[in-house]
């Protein structure tokens, strides 16, 4: 097959076309030029030569699939669970480790030069993760009134209308497609197990799966919860109210017998539309209903709510650095911004004078406060509200909320709010410690503050490995500071 056309007639949907696949795009795809035209594909490997059938044509790329691997990458790995390729996670599973790391670090720098100017001489290589596997301590399923079958499972004479439920995960790219999970390697050995029988109970219970298409159905979401260091399991199922409770009572009665490793057990109903794995109204089945974890020789108190990093031996040494970068000498205090149930400010408290939490969830607030005392601190407080009307106040009122020397924040993947980083500038630290999850918009926070700071280190850190996912820390500090130091 040669590709010796120009792109508009030789890449029309349907198209097949041969790629040498130059690299991974930020985001993961992988990426390689048909006379020039870009074409994106998943699951593809750099150095690999493909077949590709052409899926979407746009003016100036193209998005394809892998139909036949020609010539094999020194990159490529075998992937080790037999759902790659359907299941929407772990999308770099067929790259060697090392070598995901180091896109890993290409993608940070090319965020960071591209967004910001900084150069590669101020971006550290990638902190690795210590488990590649069974790293996760938290992972949710999805109920569906029947499992999604690729075209290989209907050829084997699958039945797609088997059973009244499916239980899974997300195929790719898509809600409303759920396939039955049989392995998994992301959080243990024990959570397929648990998946496996809690779907074989739930089909021969009779009742049916909740359906996104007519919002009709019971079953809607499992979340399993972990202590890696602690060994407590949390299992929470979440059902819509057109069912008996009886029924989940004895679903837990069978669980607790069969899963002696399931610390506790809580229930929630929710009869929102919205495809999201929480509860308007939740009770304990059995055990406390929270589970506990240790980090950085802190406990923390995790509810079936709240946030807490997903991957905890990462996420330990990422507060290390936290820590390492503050170089605090215990008479500072701290901001800590996006704050959460509080993990980075217990991390920092003992360390400082104080430690001022900003959040915008109440219910994060209270566990922060409640961790606080299960560790026995009382010098951090925590605020409830918008970040950027919080910060404002402080300004106009100093001796309540003392002006920072350090503040750390850790937005979501969309950053901070431009007012947010305007409030940041007026309180001028003369240090910031910035946490993010998304180097693209790290880059952009960091060219607004980069005319007053000077930006010293980046540690980027693989909290989920086989993925294109990234954490950052980066460490700021004052111009005038460096200047005379």
């Known amino acids: ?11 029309a949907k349907g198209s097949e076309v041969d790629l040498f696949i130059e690299k991974l795009a930020f985001g ?20 690999q030569k493909v077949r590709v059938r052409i899926t979407r044509k746009k003016s100036q790329f193209a998005e394809g699939k892998v139909i036949q691997c020609l010539e094999q990458s020194l990159a490529y790995e075998e992937p080790f669970c037999p759902h790659f390729g359907l299941c929407g996670g772990c999308q770099w599973q067929n790259l060697a480790y090392a070598q995901q790391l180091d896109w890993k670090r290409i993608h940070v720098q090319e965020c960071l030069q591209h967004l910001a100017g900084l150069t590669p001489d101020e971006i550290q290589p990638p902190a690795a993760s210590s488990q590649p596997r ?41 809600f409303s497609r759920v396939f039955d999970v049989q392995e998994c390697f992301l959080q243990s050995p024990q959570t397929p197990e648990i998946v496996r029988e809690v779907r074989d109970w739930c089909r021969d219970s009779g009742l049916p799966a909740y359906d996104t298409r007519n919002h009709q159905g019971f079953w809607r979401f499992l979340v399993l919860r972990e202590g890696k260091r602690t060994s407590q399991t949390l299992l929470h199922l979440i059902t819509t109210d057109q069912g008996e409770a009886t029924v989940v009572e004895a679903l837990a009665s069978h669980l607790r017998s069969r899963f002696p490793a399931i610390t506790s057990m809580v229930y929630s109903r929710n009869s929102k539309k919205a495809q999201v794995a929480s509860g308007e109204a939740s009770r304990t089945l059995w055990g406390e209903g929270f589970i506990e974890e240790e980090l950085g ?4 108190r995790i509810s079936p709510q709240s946030f807490f990093q997903t991957n905890t031996l990462a996420a330990e040494a990422l507060y290390g650095e936290i820590i390492r970068l503050g170089e605090f000498s215990g008479g500072e205090t701290v901001w800590d911004l996006y704050c959460g149930t509080g993990t980075i400010a217990l991390s920092v408290a003992s360390r400082v004078r104080r430690v001022v939490g900003f959040e915008l969830v109440p219910e994060a607030i209270n566990d922060a406060y409640k961790n606080c005392r299960l ?47 305007k409030a940041l500038r007026e309180l001028a630290p003369r240090r910031i410690i910035a946490v993010s999850c998304n180097p693209a918009t790290l880059a952009r926070d960091l060219a607004l503050l980069q005319d007053q700071y000077d930006i010293l280190t980046i540690q980027p850190f693989d909290l989920f490995p086989h993925t294109s996912h990234i954490e950052c820390v980066a460490r700021l500090e004052m111009r005038h500071q460096v200047a005379s130091a």
């Open 134 to 174: 069974y790293y996760r301590n938290k992972m949710e399923f999805t109920f569906a009134p029947r499992p999604w079958l690729t075209a290989a499972d209907l050829a084997a004479g699958k039945n797609p209308l088997e059973g009244v439920c499916a239980l899974g995960l997300h195929a790719r790219a898509s």
């Open 1 to 11: 097959m040669t590709n010796n056309m120009t792109p508009s007639t030789s890449l």
């Open 297 to 300: 020789g802190l406990r923390f």
């Open 28 to 47: 993961g795809k992988a990426l390689g030029r048909v006379n020039g035209f870009v074409v994106f594909v998943d699951y593809a490997v750099p150095g």
């Open 375 to 421: 560790n026995g601190l009382d010098n951090c407080q925590f605020l409830s509200g918008d970040l950027k009307d919080l910060i404002q106040e402080s300004l106009r009122d100093p001796q309540h909320h003392p002006v920072p020397d350090v503040v750390i924040t850790d937005p979501p993947r969309a950053g901070m709010h431009p007012q947010v980083v």
